[in-house]
Structure formats: structure tokens, C-alpha cells
């Protein structure tokens, strides 16, 4: 099993920046994709941004050139840094991990961006 857990999730204005961190526990070794999801009020979740153990990213179109992942894999933590935020950024934002075929999830951080 891995627990995951978020934090750093609150309000801010449009053009403002957030920074998630989301922190593995348990059998959290070999923890391969670490991820960023999202799902606003009556929309379905999808994906932000991911990054592989090695680093290789991959961003939804609607955030590239505002949003960064990063990892610490020592650490077991991935990080997205949010700027230049727009309203519709506002959602609950999921971390995901996946070891060994399985995904796991956070309980979720709401984001809420006010124009």
C-alpha cells in the first residue's frame, strides 16, 4: 500500500501562484509515475502533470508554460508549482503514484483561483 498525501492547496487571485506537495508513505519504494490530476465541479478528472522517476514530464495543453513538476525520489515527494493561475484552474487537485501496476491516490487539495 501507498498513502499519499497533499497539502499546500488554497485561494488565490488570477495571475497568482500555489505550490502543491504531495508526500508518499508506506510501501512507498519503487514508486514508479508520480502525477497532478484535477477535477472541477461537474467536469470529469483529468490529468495536469506527471513525471517519471527519471524525470521526464508530460503537462495538459491548458498548463504548459504556467505549471512545473518536480520530484524528490529520495524523499518520495512530488511538487507542482502553479503560476500565472486563472479561474479555471479552480478544482481539487489529486496527487497519484503508481507502483507496481497500481495507481494510488490522495484524498485531494482544493484550489480556488478568484478573478
Known amino acids: 500500500q501507498v498513502q499519499l498525501v497533499e497539502s499546500g492547496g488554497g485561494v488565490a487571485q488570477a495571475g497568482g501562484s500555489l505550490r502543491l506537495s504531495c508526500v508518499a508513505s508506506?510501501?512507498?519504494?519503487?514508486?514508479?509515475?508520480m502525477g497532478w490530476y484535477r477535477q472541477a465541479p461537474g467536469k470529469q478528472r483529468e490529468l495536469v502533470a506527471r513525471?517519471?522517476?527519471?524525470?521526464?514530464?508530460n503537462y495538459a495543453d491548458s498548463v504548459k508554460g504556467r505549471f512545473t513538476i518536480s520530484r524528490n525520489n529520495a524523499k518520495n515527494t512530488v511538487f507542482l508549482q502553479m503560476s500565472s493561475l486563472k479561474p479555471e484552474d479552480t478544482a481539487v487537485y489529486y496527487c497519484?503514484?503508481?507502483?507496481?501496476?497500481?495507481?494510488?491516490w490522495g484524498q485531494g487539495t482544493q484550489v480556488t483561483v478568484s478573478s
Open positions: 513525471i517519471t522517476p527519471g524525470g521526464s514530464t
Open positions: 497519484n503514484a503508481e507502483r507496481n501496476g497500481l495507481g494510488y
Open positions: 508506506g510501501s512507498s519504494f519503487r514508486i514508479n509515475t
